[in-house]
């Protein structure tokens, strides 16, 4: 039988240590490789092609999120579950607008954070308690500004806004690159997933709804 393959990617080594332990106790699965940093997994997965990649949120230099912007840019099929401290709304949505397949905390059971990688594993995804909550919330909120004749809201990663602030001063692609320092590739993802929020097909739009809508706190 195949092993599921489990890339993990996590900035405290103790920790990426202990769940190596665990993955590579079950028969059905075990770790193929690790990273300590977005861009360092970035380097390793361009060669390697995993089954699921365990992600932490909050890194130095580059964070879960923009790591697997790019991550998914070369490998759309990719199954990422984010494992987190934080289940704060924004790191959920942001998780899962960026294509991750699931998202737990990590003071789950091992059970749960088993059966998490086997269900990801299946094409599926996996999200629990407070983080499924965080979700519905979310959901019902926009049902209901949708029920009552308006729009379904939408927000920005601090990000994504950061990037939205910059272009709308007029800055380009290699300005906010280096002022934010990260990759202009990431600076690239960020615009199209800001493109496929706002439904509108250039940044000149995107700039204009964002100001409609005073989605920048500057406005």
Known sequence: MKKIGVFLVDDHEIFRNGLKQLI?????????????????????????????????????????????????????RGRILFFSLFDEPDYVAAALEMGASGYILKDTSNKIFLSAIRTIHQGRYYFIGEVSDVLVKKYLDARQTAGNGGTPEISLSRREEQIMRMISQGHNNKDIAESLNISIRTIEAHRMNILRKFQVNSIEEAVEYSRNNRLLKED
């Open 24 to 76: 590579n106790s079950e028969a059905d699965m075990e770790v193929t490789g690790e990273a300590s940093s977005g861009e360092d997994a970035i380097q390793q997965l361009a060669e390697i092609q995993p089954d699921v990649i365990i992600m932490d949120i909050r890194m130095p230099g580059m964070n879960g999120l923009e790591t697997s912007i790019q991550l998914l840019e070369k490998n759309p």
